[in-house]
């Protein structure tokens, strides 16, 4: 609104300018079919709606006109009306000024209400009560009505409501301890198949890619289980779960050597990639970034490429869950494919053939 006052002014500003050089003949002549035209409009069309710039801009140019004039000219609006509107501006003012900055109770302190949305989250069998309880045992003295508005202001859902695990809540609790596995594969340069399985960690973002082959047997799978096992050893990691989906190529054995590791095996449920998304993410990751990319000749050509890609993806890709930072922070002994860039060159015969090739650090 206070734009199109300004934008009003400006251009009857402009008009006033372009007025001044006609004489008086040429302004009456106008002056009356403006007068004529504005009776026409009257006629056809209901009581106009007048904003609040509209009025302010008309009121100042009707200042310096004559009462007596003023009441002669066929205006959308009469002076009693432009007094009107001037009492109404008083009166809104003079209240607005007199009303409390803050009407009713001062808001509650952010570190208590930080603390109760804690307490909530923390405990999710807790209702408005036992928190109250709570924070009367801490000394903070609150109302346990003021408990019950933070959590309902918040949107958080009464104890019976919200006392049930949901798989995201299982995810992010025990993120420390979990690991997932998924198949995935690509196509070769005489179109042969080949799988590879990667691994990888939900606390860290840290990606193991366990191999790679044509022909996924139970015996390979069940070795890159009991390497993968070894790897986790060395490694100290303690991880407790490993998620994977209901893959026919998942042996049975492959779920004998991690349970004999002391790894629990969960199975996603059937049709449904959400419970595996992290593992979901990073193959569509690696297939946009290098799979798509990159043209395979055979298996090891295939390892070498993972093998700088997991490199690349551990030490110096970010990640938004690990606020922009990579799963191993790199070394200065670090001399791995990818640590400065990611190169391409065409080799052969065959056009849009790429290689990723290694480039040593400056």
């Avoid at 056809?44 to 709606?49: A, E, F, L, V």
């Amino acid at each position: 609104m206070l734009l199109r006052l300004l934008y009003l002014t400006l251009t009857n500003v402009f008009t006033l300018i372009r007025l001044l050089p006609r004489n008086e003949h040429d302004k009456d002549a106008e002056i009356l079919a403006l007068r004529h035209q504005l009776t026409v409009l009257q006629r056809q069309t209901d009581k106009p709606k007048l904003t609040w710039p509209d009025r302010a801009l008309l009121a100042a140019l009707l200042r310096p006109l004559p009462r007596i004039h003023l009441r002669q000219l066929p205006l959308i609006a009469t002076p009693d009306t432009v007094l009107r509107w001037h009492r109404d501006l008083l009166r809104r003012r003079h209240a607005k000024a007199s009303r409390p900055k803050r009407p009713g109770r001062p808001r509650t302190v952010r570190s208590i209400r930080a603390l109760v949305l804690r307490l909530a989250r923390e405990n999710s069998s807790w209702g408005y009560r036992p928190i109250h309880g709570e924070l009367t045992s801490l000394g903070i003295k609150v109302a346990a009505g003021t408990v019950w508005n933070i959590l309902k202001e918040h949107g958080i859902d009464p104890a019976p409501e919200r006392d049930h695990t949901t798989w995201a809540t299982f995810l992010r609790s025990q993120a420390q301890a979990i690991l997932a596995a998924d198949f995935f594969e690509t196509k070769t340069l005489n179109g042969a198949t080949l799988y590879g399985l990667a691994v990888i960690e939900y606390a860290t973002r840290r990606v193991r890619i366990l191999g790679a082959t044509a022909h996924p047997t139970a015996t390979w799978v069940t070795q890159l289980a009991r390497n993968m096992a070894m790897d986790l050893q060395d490694a100290g990691t303690k991880v407790k779960f490993l998620i994977r989906d209901r893959d026919v190529r998942y042996p049975t054995s492959f779920d004998a050597v991690l349970q004999a590791e002391g790894l629990a095996v969960v199975q996603t449920g059937v049709r449904m990639p959400r419970m595996n998304a992290i593992t979901e993410r990073w193959v569509r990751s690696c297939r946009t970034e290098l799979l798509d990319r990159t043209l395979i000749w055979n298996q090891r050509h295939l390892l070498h490429a993972l093998r700088e890609y997991e490199a690349f993806y551990n030490k110096h890709r970010p990640h938004r869950t690990l606020a922009s930072a990579a799963p191993l922070p790199p070394t200065r002994t670090d001399h791995v494919v990818g640590v400065t860039s990611w190169r391409t060159r065409t080799y052969g015969r065959w056009p849009g053939f790429a290689w990723v090739r290694a480039t040593p650090a400056a």
